[in-house]
C-alpha cells in the first residue's frame, strides 16, 4: 500500500507529494530498531492512504534535551480553529470521493492526518522560487504564485490611475523580491514609486516611526503593504496612534483577511482600503459537514475535542490537560462541556463556514490526487504514457509515475471550475479584490469587488464593481494618488531635472501643435491646411477666409460703394439737366462728364475686391482699379491744364498763348490713359496675378488672397498713378490764384490734396494688416479718394445749382470776375 502526503502550510497552500511504502522506517538490519514517538493523528484505513500534515496548533514549545533520558514530547500551544477546518476538509472530500461511483469506483481512499504544529516549507508557499522546477521538481500548489499578485496589483493602480505610490515590504526574500517586482511593473506601466522601506527585523520600531513619518510627508494617498501580517500589526498600530486615515492601503493575500486585526483603531484606519485574496471556492455540502462535527461522531480524531474546547470555551471533564489542577479550581473556574453545544451558533468571524477561500485549496488539491489516480487506473496497456506505451499499477507505482498524471490533470469541480497545473507547477491564477469597510455600528467586513483572472485577453483582466466600493471618509470619490496633477487641455507634460516622470511641470502647446494621443509629453505638428482644436486633441482643416459679401464688413463696403455711385450717377443727372447754366458750362462741361463716369466707375470697381477670388477677378480688379483712376486723374489733369491756357491767353506776356489753339487738354486723357493701359498689359502678360492659399497671414485660417505677380510691374502701375496725382497736385497748385470762375482750380487743388493724403496713408496701413483685413483697407481707399474727389470738385457746384440758383448766372459770375 502507498501513501501520498499533503502538506498544508500557514497563511497559503501547496501540495507537496512524498509516496513511502509501509515499513519505511525500518532497515535491513535485524534487531537495528529506530525507536519513535507515536504522532497524534487522525486515520482511516483504504486501499490507497493519502497523508495530510497541517499545522492545526500555530506555536510548538520544545523540551530540554540533557542527553541522560528520552526528550519529554513536543507540547504545541495556540490552537487556531480556522486550521482545523483544514483538517476537516480533507476528510470531508475523501469521503465524498469514497461516495462517488464517477470518481475512482471501488476503489476506497483512507487518510492520515497530523498536526504538525509548525509549518513544512515556510511562511512563503506562495514565494515564487517554488516555481522553479529544477530545484522542486515533485512540488505543485493550488494557490497562486505571489509573483501573480505584483502583476494584480499593478492593474489595480493603473486601473485607477494611481500613478504615484508607496511600498512597504517585509525585510525577507519574498518581501524584496515582490517589492522589486512590483516596482518594475508599476513602472512599465507608467506609474512611479514615491517611496519604498523595508520593515527590518532588527530595530523595527525604530523604523517604523522612520516610515510613518515619510509617509506622513509623501503626496502618494496609496501605500502597498507587501509584508507579513506579523510585521504589519505594529506598523498599522503606530498608523492608527498618529491618526493616518487618508490613505489607501493595498494588501496582499498575506494579511488582507487575516483575523489578527481585533482593535476598532485598525478597522478606522483600514477602512476603505483593498487587498488581494485568494479566490473564494465554493465546496457543496461542506457547512452541513462542518454543522455536524462532534465528538461522539470522530471518536478517532483526537483533535476535535480540543476544537470543542477552544470553540466553547468550556473543558471536558476528562481532559488530562488540566491534571495538575485541582477539582475544586477546576469547578469554581470552569465552565465543562457537554457535548451539547451546537457548531452552528458558533459565531463565524470565530469559526467561519461561509468563506472557503484557503480551505478550497486543501479540496482542491486532494481532487488533484484522485483525478490523477482515477487517470491512473483507467489507462490502457499499449496506450500508456510511459515506456512502451506502459501503464503504472495504481497500487504498486512509482512516485515519478502518479507524478506525471498530476501534472496532466485536467478537470472541473462541482462549482465549475477548471483545474489544471500549468508547467511550473502553479493552478490558474485568479483572485479577488476585497474592499475592507467599517460601518458607524463599528461591525466591518469584506465586500468582494472584482477579481482578476489571469486567463482572460490582454486587458480584460481586472474587472471592479464600482457601486460597491466604500472609500475611506476622507474620500467621497476615487482617492487620487499623483505626484503632479494632471496637465490642463492644451498643454503637454514636461520632466523636472531630477525628479521621477510621474512629477511634471505643463507647459502650453505652440501654435499650430496638438498633442500626442500616444505620448502626452510630445506635441505634433498639424499639417499645413490644418490647425489644432481648442483643446489641442486633433487637428481640423483650417478654416478659409476671405472677404465675402456675406459678412458685415464685406456687405458694408459694398453698400457704400454702390450708394457712392448712385450719388456720383445723380450729380452726372443734374449736371445734363443744369448742362447750360454757366456753372456747368464752364471749364469745359464735357470733362466734368468725362470725370463723374469715371468716379462711378471708381466707386464700382471696388466691388470686385469683394468675395471669394479666382483668376479672373485677381486678374482684372486691379487693372480696372489702376485704367479708371488714371483716367480720372487724367481727366482733372486735362481741366486743371485748361484752366491755365484759358488764362495764359489773356497775358499777352504769356508764353503758353501759342497753345491755346492746339487742343492740348483733349489728347491729356487718352494718352495718358493709354499709357497706364500698355502698362497693365505688358504686367498681365508677363506675370499676371492670379488666387493664392495663404497659410501664415492669420494664425489658424487659410486666406484666399491674390498674388499680384510681379511685384516690379506692379509697382510700376501704381507708381504712374502716383506721378499722374503728382503731376496734377502740382499743376493745380500753381494755377490755385488764376481768377477762374467759381474757383475750379482751389477745389481741384484741395481734392488732389485729399486724394493724395488717402494714398499715402494707405501704404504704411496696407502693409500693416494682413488677410481680409488688408483687402478691406484698399477698399477703403479706393472709396475715399473717389470720394474725396467727387466731393471736393463737384459738390459746391451742387450747392449753387440746387441752394443758390441765384449765383447760377453769367451776371453774377462776370461781376465776382471784375471784382477780383
Avoid at 482 to 491: A, I, K, L, Q, T
Avoid at 629 to 648: D, E, N, P
Wanted: proline content about 5%.
Amino acid at each position: 500500500m502507498y501513501s501520498i502526503f499533503i502538506f498544508v502550510c500557514h497563511v497559503s497552500f501547496l501540495l507537496v507529494f512524498l509516496w513511502y511504502k509501509v515499513g519505511v522506517g525500518e532497515t535491513l538490519l535485524e534487531g537495528c530498531r529506530l525507536i519513535t514517538e507515536d504522532v497524534i493523528g487522525y486515520s482511516l484505513a483504504g486501499d490507497i492512504t493519502l497523508g495530510g500534515l497541517f499545522s492545526v496548533h500555530m506555536n510548538a514549545t520544545y523540551p530540554l534535551i540533557n542527553f541522560r533520558e528520552r526528550p519529554q514530547p513536543i507540547q504545541c500551544n495556540r490552537f487556531l480553529l480556522r486550521y482545523y477546518r483544514f483538517f476537516l476538509a480533507m476528510v470531508y472530500t475523501i469521503m465524498e470521493i469514497n461516495a462517488s461511483d464517477d470518481l475512482l469506483p471501488n476503489i476506497t481512499l483512507g487518510f492520515r492526518l497530523y498536526d504538525s504544529c509548525y509549518n513544512e516549507v515556510s511562511y512563503g508557499s506562495l514565494h515564487p522560487s517554488l516555481s522553479d522546477k529544477i530545484q522542486f521538481p515533485s512540488f505543485l500548489r493550488t494557490i497562486h504564485n505571489a509573483n501573480y499578485e505584483v502583476f494584480a496589483l499593478a492593474q489595480l493602480l493603473k486601473y485607477f490611475n494611481w500613478t504615484w505610490v508607496g511600498i512597504i515590504s517585509s525585510d525577507n526574500d519574498l518581501g524584496r523580491s515582490g517589492a522589486q517586482l512590483l516596482t518594475r511593473e508599476i513602472e512599465r506601466n507608467g506609474g512611479c514609486v514615491a517611496f519604498n522601506e523595508i520593515l527590518p527585523i532588527v530595530n523595527f520600531m525604530e523604523s517604523v516611526f522612520r516610515i510613518i513619518d515619510v509617509i506622513q510627508k509623501s503626496r502618494a494617498t496609496v501605500i502597498i503593504v507587501y509584508c507579513t501580517v506579523e510585521s504589519f500589526i505594529p506598523f498599522i498600530e503606530e498608523a492608527s496612534f498618529r491618526n493616518i486615515t487618508d490613505k489607501v492601503w493595498l494588501g496582499t493575500a498575506s494579511w488582507t483577511i487575516s483575523s489578527d486585526f481585533p482593535k476598532k483603531d485598525f478597522l478606522t484606519t483600514l477602512n476603505g482600503s483593498l487587498g488581494i485574496a485568494a479566490q473564494n471556492g465554493e465546496i457543496p455540502g461542506f457547512k452541513e459537514f462542518l454543522y455536524n462535527i462532534h465528538p461522539s461522531v470522530y471518536l478517532d480524531d483526537l483533535l476535535v475535542k480540543t476544537f470543542w474546547e477552544n470553540a466553547f470555551h468550556c473543558i471536558w471533564p476528562k481532559n488530562n490537560t488540566y491534571k495538575n489542577s485541582s477539582l475544586d479550581q477546576l469547578r469554581e473556574e470552569t465552565v465543562w462541556c457537554t457535548g451539547k453545544e451546537r457548531v452552528d451558533s458558533i459565531d463565524p468571524d470565530v469559526f467561519d463556514v461561509y468563506n472557503f477561500r484557503f480551505t478550497h485549496k486543501v479540496y482542491t488539491a486532494v481532487l488533484s490526487v484522485a483525478h490523477a489516480l482515477h487517470q491512473m487506473k483507467n489507462c490502457v496497456p499499449g496506450k500508456g504514457p510511459f515506456k512502451d506505451g506502459s501503464c503504472a499499477d495504481i497500487y504498486n507505482h512509482k512516485p515519478w509515475q502518479l507524478l506525471y498524471y498530476i501534472k496532466h490533470i485536467k478537470f472541473s469541480n462541482k462549482a465549475g471550475d477548471e483545474i489544471y497545473f500549468n508547467a511550473n507547477g502553479d493552478v490558474p491564477l485568479y483572485v479577488d479584490i476585497l474592499n475592507w469597510q467599517m460601518f458607524p455600528n463599528g461591525s466591518n467586513q469584506y465586500v468582494h469587488i472584482g477579481g482578476f483572472d489571469a486567463r482572460a485577453p490582454k486587458g480584460q483582466e481586472l474587472t471592479i464593481q464600482h457601486n460597491k466600493i466604500l472609500w475611506n471618509v476622507r474620500h467621497d470619490k476615487i482617492p487620487v494618488s499623483v505626484c503632479s496633477d494632471p496637465c490642463p487641455r492644451g498643454h503637454r507634460r514636461t520632466t523636472i531635472q531630477g525628479q521621477k516622470i510621474c512629477c511634471f511641470d505643463c507647459l502650453p502647446c505652440s501654435e499650430g501643435e496638438m498633442l500626442n494621443p500616444k505620448v502626452d509629453s510630445e506635441f505634433l505638428k498639424c499639417p499645413e491646411d490644418e490647425w489644432p482644436d481648442s483643446m489641442k486633441e486633433k487637428c481640423l482643416p483650417k478654416p478659409i477666409q476671405f472677404l465675402s459679401y456675406d459678412e458685415t464688413l464685406g456687405f458694408s463696403l459694398a453698400c457704400i460703394s454702390v450708394l457712392f455711385c448712385l450719388l456720383t450717377f445723380s450729380v452726372f443727372c443734374l449736371f445734363i439737366v443744369k448742362r447750360k447754366t454757366p456753372i456747368v458750362k464752364a471749364n469745359n462741361r464735357e470733362l466734368s462728364y468725362l470725370l463723374l463716369i469715371s468716379l462711378m466707375f471708381g466707386f464700382l470697381c471696388s466691388l470686385p475686391f469683394i468675395g471669394r477670388p479666382n483668376l479672373k477677378t485677381c486678374m482684372i480688379r486691379q487693372v480696372l482699379f489702376a485704367v479708371i483712376f488714371s483716367f480720372c486723374i487724367s481727366v482733372i489733369l486735362a481741366k486743371t491744364v485748361t484752366v491755365i491756357l484759358i488764362f495764359s491767353a489773356t497775358n499777352p506776356d504769356s508764353k503758353l498763348k501759342t497753345l491755346v489753339g492746339l487742343r492740348i487738354p483733349v489728347y491729356i486723357v487718352p494718352v495718358c490713359t493709354m499709357v497706364q493701359l500698355i502698362l497693365c498689359i505688358v504686367w498681365l502678360a508677363r506675370a499676371a496675378p492670379f488666387a493664392e492659399f495663404n497659410m501664415e497671414a492669420e494664425i489658424g485660417k487659410i486666406v484666399i488672397e491674390c498674388n499680384e505677380g510681379s511685384r516690379v510691374l506692379f509697382s510700376c502701375v501704381l507708381g504712374y498713378m502716383g506721378l499722374l496725382a503728382a503731376i496734377s497736385l502740382l499743376v493745380a497748385f500753381l494755377a490755385r490764384k488764376l481768377p477762374d470762375t467759381f474757383n475750379e482750380t482751389k477745389f481741384i487743388t484741395f481734392s488732389m490734396l485729399v486724394f493724395a493724403s488717402v494714398w499715402v496713408t494707405f501704404i504704411p496701413a496696407y502693409l500693416s494688416t494682413k488677410g481680409k483685413q488688408m483687402v478691406a483697407v484698399e477698399i477703403f481707399a479706393i472709396l475715399s479718394s473717389s470720394a474725396g474727389l467727387l466731393v471736393c470738385i463737384f459738390i459746391p457746384k451742387c450747392y449753387i445749382i440746387l441752394l443758390h440758383p441765384e449765383m447760377n448766372t453769367k451776371q453774377y459770375i462776370t461781376g465776382r470776375t471784375t471784382r477780383n
